[in-house]
């Protein structure tokens, strides 16, 4: 076989078995942040919110940062809209956790808004859609949140720029335990005790912590899955917290540039407890789950 049947033998492959990255066929890259790429797009207004004492211990993120997390609104919710967090996977689905869905009965009043950083200055980056359909875990189940992962396809497609960009879903093969660079980003609660979710987009950098050790006594003795991650500081003060769920857990590869999103915000016990870390759910291990019901949902709503 010569080399460009070869190549097309494996994209075909490739085709049918992995995630199509529109976008310039990249994901996982920030933009703004990139020495290379930055230079053909414009900026938006650059702006840190450093009131550092917003907990849970983030800081506010800068305008286009992490231009794969989108927020999932609702009409009703009085948290300047806001109701979960997800990341944008292809032009028009985005990944997110099932429990987001528990409360709502009429899915086509949520809708999404993607390449925000700031609810009350969105910019022209900003766009919202309607939400198609959502697609939910069918081992779901409430009560100990297991299989919390969700798929929503938009109305319709959005096109890619410096304040929208595709997260990278890890992969199988990905080794997630040696990545190091992993952060969290939402507008969440920014205390633990606080109701009020913040109107800028939150940032914080955290720790993978050994699954073994989470779902061990004195942390979460047995609540761990399996295809669970845990992740922020076994003495606390830097977590995710109630309105982050469904958004990304995020580590920059070890040689290269762009960020995989490798855990899906879950549940934990309170906020920034010591031994009481944020609880993911693990992209890795729903990769095929995710490759799969992409592609069957988009047939089947589209015929
Ligand atoms: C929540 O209720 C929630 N500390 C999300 C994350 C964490 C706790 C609660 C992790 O959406």
Known sequence: MNRLSLLVLLTVAGLAHSIQYPCGGSCG???????????????????????????VGGVGAAEASWPWVVSIQHPGSPKLGHWCGGSLISADWVLTAAHCFDKIENVSLLYV?????????????????????????????????????????????????????????????????????????????????????????????????????????????????????CAGYPQGTIDACQGDSGGPLMCQDNDAEYWWVVGITSWGEGCARPKQPGVYTSTQHFYDWIVYNMRVHAIESAS
Request: some cysteine.
């Open 113 to 229: 808004v993607i390449g925000a950083t700031q609810f009350t200055k969105p910019g022209l980056g900003a766009v919202a859609r309607d939400v198609k359909q959502v697609v939910i875990h069918r081992y779901y189940k409430r009560v100990d949140y297991r299989y919390d992962v969700a798929l929503v396809q938009l109305e319709r497609p959005v096109e890619c720029s410096s304040y929208i960009q595709l997260a990278c879903v890890a992969d199988p093969t990905l080794r997630v335990s040696n990545l190091k660079n992993c952060w969290i980003a939402g507008w969440g609660a920014t205390t633990a005790r606080s109701q009020d979710y913040s109107d800028r987009l939150q940032e914080a950098k955290v720790q993978l912590i050994d699954v073994k050790l989470c779902n061990s006594t004195g942390w979460y003795p047995g609540e761990i899955h399996p295809y669970n991650l």
């Open 29 to 55: 890259y920030r933009v703004s942040q990139s020495p290379y790429r930055s230079m053909t797009y414009s900026y938006g207004n650059v702006a840190y919110d450093d009131d550092m004492t917003r907990v």
